[in-house]
């Protein structure tokens, strides 16, 4: 697979994802805390989830998604994905290792990031060395 492909795929796939959390975090704050049993029960807790998932994740998203559309910005998108994934993940083996196993579903999440900062930060490389021949 080509290294355009590869960052396509990856700034995109990463972009959608942050993209459809976001927007669900925004629009149904209470539905997206149901997996981690976590129930919001004042302006205040509705409040930090809208913001700091919902409105965080959607500028993650545009940030991730003009790597798609702007040559100049591609590389400090994939960067970016590598970077914040690659920190998402380890914050999560962390507490896999100091508080036990998640539910399933923050597993698959751990192994979409893995995957997404892997992908990203291989195309990335690659890309690099191609615009310097």
């Known amino acids: 697979m080509t290294s355009g492909k590869l960052g396509t795929i990856a700034l995109g796939g990463a972009g959608a994802m942050m993209l459809v959390v976001g927007g669900l975090h925004l629009v149904a704050p209470q539905m997206m805390m149901e997996a981690p049993a976590i129930e919001l029960t004042s302006a205040n807790h509705h409040h930090v989830i809208r913001a ?19 040559r100049a910005r591609r590389a400090f998108a994939l960067l970016a994905v590598s970077v914040l ?3 998402f993940a380890f914050g999560r083996l962390v507490s896999i290792v100091v508080d036990g ?26 890309e690099a060395e191609t615009s310097h021949r």
């Open 52 to 70: 700091a998932y919902g409105g965080a994740y959607l500028g993650i998203a545009a940030l991730f998604l003009l790597g798609l559309v702007s």
């Open 85 to 87: 994934f690659a920190g």
């Open 101 to 126: 196993l998640p539910v399933g579903l923050y597993l698959g999440v751990l192994a979409f990031e893995l995957t997404f900062a892997i992908l990203a930060f291989v195309a990335n490389s690659q």
